[in-house]
C-alpha cells in the first residue's frame, strides 16, 4: 500500500465523526491531567538515566538535561 492510498483512507475516516463523538470538557481534563502526568514521570526518569544507558538509547547528555529541565506543561522536543 503506497503513502498516497494510507492518506486517503485517514480522510475519508474523518467524514464519519460525529458531534456527539467529540470528547467532554471533562474528558479533556482528564487526558490532560493523564498527559501532564506521563510527561513528568518520562523526564525525571530521564534525568536519572547515567551516562551509558543515555548512549545506549542515542540521546546525547546535553539533550537529556535540557529535555529533563523543562516544565511538564511543555512537550518532549527531540533527544537526539
Not at 494510507?6 to 471533562?26: E, V
Not at 510527561?39 to 529535555?67: F, H, K, N, T, V
Amino acid at each position: 500500500m503506497s503513502y498516497q492510498s494510507r492518506d486517503r483512507l485517514l480522510g475519508a475516516s474523518a467524514l464519519y465523526i460525529s458531534p456527539a463523538a467529540r470528547p467532554t470538557w471533562r474528558q479533556r481534563l482528564a487526558f490532560t491531567f493523564v498527559l501532564w502526568h506521563q510527561r513528568r514521570e518520562m523526564r525525571r526518569s530521564l534525568a536519572q538515566m547515567d551516562a551509558r544507558s543515555l548512549r545506549d538509547a542515542g540521546i546525547s547528555p546535553a539533550a537529556a538535561a535540557y529535555e529533563s529541565g523543562k516544565p511538564f506543561w511543555t512537550e518532549m522536543g527531540p533527544l537526539r
